[in-house]
């Protein structure tokens, strides 16, 4: 295994909620999953980011999909793990805080869309775990403004931004406002109110978001869960090889 390179960090996002039809090199069963997750950690990716499926390729919470996804998963990497807890991967908000108070093997990390209802729920009992949580914000959406006023929101680990259209000032402007910082910006490169920041994009704005997330300091995303192709518009064989394109830049 090879050591991530230096700089922001860069997460692996290396399947998401893909089905079968849009590419063959989009993993599923937990020995793809390992393998791809592997490959991404000794191409310098940082953490992998991964969404457990069924056998049938739904997404799902269950201990007995979420448990040997990551057994597998960390027999091969070393490096923290995330897993999204949305309403794509279990649609009711009670069974899903069911599902998270039912796991035997817990991720480091595990995202929460704060958009989504349940979101407060899922999260509170994503730390009575001890699982750390990422919340997944939206500039210009309500779901900044009602995690702002969380009594959750001084225990999240990191903030996710789906980067918005507009100069990266715009974007710096509202990772200062989303923590009441000072008006000049000043605080540690990469946080948000003390709180570390991950911006990312999807589909055509992944490569870009990328870029922003490099400017401004802050952590990075890539992997076919958010793009199918490489900066160059070619079709990316694997999430480890836009890990290297996403590296290159440097």
Same mark, same amino acid.
Request: with cysteine.
């Given at each position: 295994?090879t050591?991530?390179?230096?700089?922001?960090?860069?997460?692996?996002? @290396?399947?998401?909620? +893909?089905?079968?039809?849009?590419?063959?090199a989009?993993?599923?069963?937990?020995?793809?999953l390992?393998?791809?997750?592997?490959?991404? @950690?000794?191409?310098g990716?940082?953490? @992998?980011?991964?969404?457990?499926?069924?056998p049938?390729?739904?997404g #799902?919470l269950?201990?007995?999909?979420?448990?040997?996804? /990551?057994?597998a998963?960390?027999? =091969?990497?070393?490096?923290?793990?995330?897993?999204p807890?949305?309403?794509?991967?279990?649609?009711?908000?009670?069974?899903?805080?069911a599902?998270?108070? #039912?796991?035997?093997? =817990?991720?480091?990390?595990?995202s929460?869309?704060?958009? $989504?209802?349940?979101?407060? $729920?899922?999260?509170?009992? /994503? =730390?009575?775990? &001890?699982?750390?949580?990422e919340a997944?914000?939206?500039p210009g959406?309500?779901?900044?403004?009602?995690?702002a +006023?969380?009594p /959750?929101?001084?225990? @999240?680990?990191?903030?996710?931004?789906?980067?918005?259209?507009g100069?990266?000032?715009?974007?710096?402007?509202?990772?200062r406002?989303?923590?009441?910082?000072?008006?000049?910006?000043?605080? #540690?490169?990469?946080?948000?109110?003390?709180?570390?920041?991950?911006?990312?994009?999807t589909?055509?704005a992944?490569?870009?978001?990328?870029?922003?997330?490099?400017?401004? &300091?802050?952590a990075?995303?890539?992997g076919?869960?958010?793009?199918? /192709?490489?900066?160059?518009?070619?079709?990316?064989? #694997?999430?480890?090889?836009?890990?290297?394109?996403?590296?290159?830049w +440097?």
């Open positions: 295994m050591r991530p390179g230096a700089g922001p960090p860069l997460q692996a996002a @290396v399947n998401g909620a +893909r089905g079968p039809g849009e590419s063959a989009v993993p599923r069963d937990p020995a793809a390992a393998a791809a997750a592997a490959e991404a @950690v000794a191409a990716a940082h953490e @992998v980011r991964l969404r457990p499926r069924t049938c390729g739904a #799902s269950s201990p007995r999909v979420v448990g040997p996804a /990551l057994t998963v960390r027999r =091969l990497v070393r490096v923290p793990v995330t897993v807890a949305d309403a794509w991967a279990e649609p009711d908000p009670e069974r899903r805080v599902r998270i108070r #039912s796991w035997e093997t =817990l991720p480091e990390l595990a929460v869309a704060w958009h $989504e209802p349940g979101a407060e $729920e899922t999260a509170a009992a /994503l =730390l009575a775990r &001890g699982v750390a949580v997944g914000l939206r959406a309500p779901d900044p403004v009602l995690f +006023r969380s /959750l929101a001084p225990r @999240v680990r990191r903030i996710a931004v789906e980067a918005p259209a100069p990266d000032g715009d974007l710096a402007a509202w990772l406002a989303l923590a009441a910082g000072p008006e000049d910006g000043s605080g #540690s490169a990469g946080r948000c109110g003390g709180v570390p920041v991950l911006v990312y994009g589909g055509a992944a490569w870009p978001a990328l870029r922003r997330a490099r400017r401004l &300091g802050v990075g995303r890539i076919l869960e958010d793009t199918l /192709l490489l900066p160059d518009g070619t079709r990316a064989r #694997s999430t480890a090889e836009q890990v290297r394109a996403a590296l290159s +440097r």
